[in-house]
């Protein structure tokens, strides 16, 4: 069966330090990828999706970036933390492109930015 | 363009008593419909999902959801209310082929009172 793991659960970092979240997925193989924000009291925000190995799209201008190193390796990143970057990070992962299908969603990370 | 508005962003019922979050979507095309159920501290679940089969459609833990077009609702109901419901629901609204973009709605906390 498929899984999708993300970690850390919890992260407090302070103000201008490096960002790094990662996300695998297991039990499938070319998966579509994506990194969501979910601010307090809003809905989900679509950050970046990738459809395969190096291939990142982005939705919204940011202070963060990612990378798909390996197929079923999803990476979230910062140089540079802003306040701003706080909130609940999730990854999924879909079958189809446009997914008609649902997400399967990870467990989250909480950031906190101090 | 698509967007998906959800009534209500607090929802109280008393156990045993019927459960009602309610969804409006817009969308140029046919849509994909979802919902999806968040604990605490915890990714997205899908609760269950419309894809132009049957109008009413049956989901995990006793929920259903009825696809309305005339209304463009998209409702879920559960007959009776369980403490275990309590969470956030959101519904969520995919564009069918050539889209990549899933629109979430703010979410419903449901609250059940004992």
């Known amino acids: 069966s498929q899984t999708i793991h993300q970690w850390p659960a919890t992260l407090v970092q302070p103000v201008g330090s490096p960002l790094s979240l990662e996300c695998t997925v297991e039990g499938t193989s070319n998966p579509n990828l994506y990194w969501y924000r979910q601010a307090a009291g809003r809905g989900l925000q679509l950050l970046f999706y990738?459809?395969?190995?190096?291939?990142i799209s982005s939705e919204v201008p940011q202070n963060l970036s990612a990378s798909r190193p390996q197929d079923r390796q999803f990476i979230l990143s910062s140089k540079k933390l802003l306040l701003s970057d706080s909130g609940f990070y999730l990854c999924?992962?879909?079958?189809?492109?446009?997914?008609?299908?649902?997400?399967?969603f990870g467990s989250g990370t909480r950031l906190t930015v101090v | 363009a698509q967007s998906v508005t959800q009534l209500g962003s607090h929802v109280s019922v008393s156990e045993g008593a019927l459960v009602l979050l309610r969804c409006n979507y817009s969308s140029s095309v046919p849509p994909y419909l979802f919902w999806y159920v968040q604990y605490p501290n915890q990714g997205l679940q899908l609760l269950l999902k419309y894809t132009s089969a049957a109008t009413l459609v049956k989901g995990i833990n006793g929920f259903e959801a009825e696809f309305k077009k005339s209304e463009t609702s998209f409702h879920l109901t559960k007959p009776s209310a369980h403490m275990s419901d309590a969470a956030e629901y959101f519904c969520a609204v995919t564009k069918g082929a050539g889209g990549f973009k899933t629109i979430f709605g703010a979410g419903t906390r449901l609250f059940v009172k004992a």
């Open positions: 990738s459809v395969g190995i190096g291939q």
């Open positions: 999924a992962w879909s079958v189809e492109q446009a997914p008609i299908g649902g997400y399967t």
